[in-house]
């Protein structure tokens, strides 16, 4: 079996207020790339997990990564081995853990089926993974876990990834959040949210990592529908009216930018 663990990319991020338990009350926009990590499994006597790729030596643990921390969640006879195929940066905005652990579902689904609680089970394991099971454009609201489907009107849109291979550990980036609240995401469609959304983050993560404020100004010298950066970075993105448009960007950004991490892909 193989499963791709698709790029979650938040296309807006309002940040609300700050919760007493420590998270942040968010309004987002999920949004997923065809591309990302691929994981395959086969039956075995036991569950295994070992990772290989780009990326796949910043995974952590084998043995207790976000992979096998979603295996041991979910009942399932006999054991998988898992090879998870790391093509997307750690610490970069994109939901690498929960995509991957996302995929993991879908792979436990696919053999065995699952539980009827498996969303409780799913949010266990972060904010991000309910939305990365499904990996469908949805609105999320809480910390990210209440999710809405609405008109996904920029499905097949292209889409440019951009990371200066800096990691940026999400903790840091909400703690140097300013507290304002700038409002809630905008009404109507998935394209009309994106267009007149914003991601509050991206100011003090570029407090943090300078970098991202590059990546951005070189983005949105490509002519984009939109460039913004992802969750709580460093990836950013830009989307296209075209795959023409994008991969000529992609050009210039490699050209420009050789020591940047990109990847070229449409919006699922």
Request: charged share 20%; net charge negative; with cysteine.
């Amino acid at each position: 079996m193989k499963e791709t663990a698709y790029a979650k990319l938040n296309l807006a991020l309002h940040v609300r207020a700050r919760r007493e338990d420590g998270y942040h009350e968010l309004e987002t926009l999920f949004a997923f790339c065809e591309h990302g990590d691929v994981l395959s499994a086969e039956p075995t006597e036991r569950d295994t997990v070992r990772t290989l790729g780009e990326f796949g030596g910043n995974v952590g643990d084998p043995g207790d990564n976000l992979v096998a921390r979603a295996l041991a969640a979910l009942p399932h006879p006999g054991g998988l081995a898992i090879t998870l195929e790391k093509n997307l940066p750690v610490a970069a905005g994109l939901g690498g853990g929960s995509a991957d652990a996302g995929a993991v579902f879908r792979l436990v689904e696919k053999a065995h089926g699952l539980p009827g609680d498996w969303q409780t089970r799913a949010l266990k394991l972060g904010a991000d993974v309910p939305a990365c099971v499904r990996s469908e454009m949805a609105v999320g609201r809480g910390v990210g876990e209440e999710l809405a489907p609405l008109e996904n009107d920029l499905a097949g849109t292209p889409v440019l990834l951009v990371n200066p291979r800096i990691a940026l550990s999400t903790g840091p980036v909400f703690a140097a959040w300013d507290g304002f609240d700038r409002g809630p995401l905008p009404q109507g469609s998935a394209r009309d949210i994106a267009l007149q959304g914003r991601n509050d983050l991206e100011a003090p993560a570029i407090s943090i990592c300078p970098a991202i404020d590059q990546v951005l100004r070189a983005l949105g010298a490509t002519s984009p529908l939109l460039a913004r950066m992802s969750g709580s970075g460093a990836t950013c993105f830009a989307l296209y009216e075209d795959t023409e448009l994008r991969d000529a960007a992609e050009r210039v950004i490699a050209l420009r930018q050789p020591g940047w991490w990109r990847m070229a892909s449409v919006l699922r």
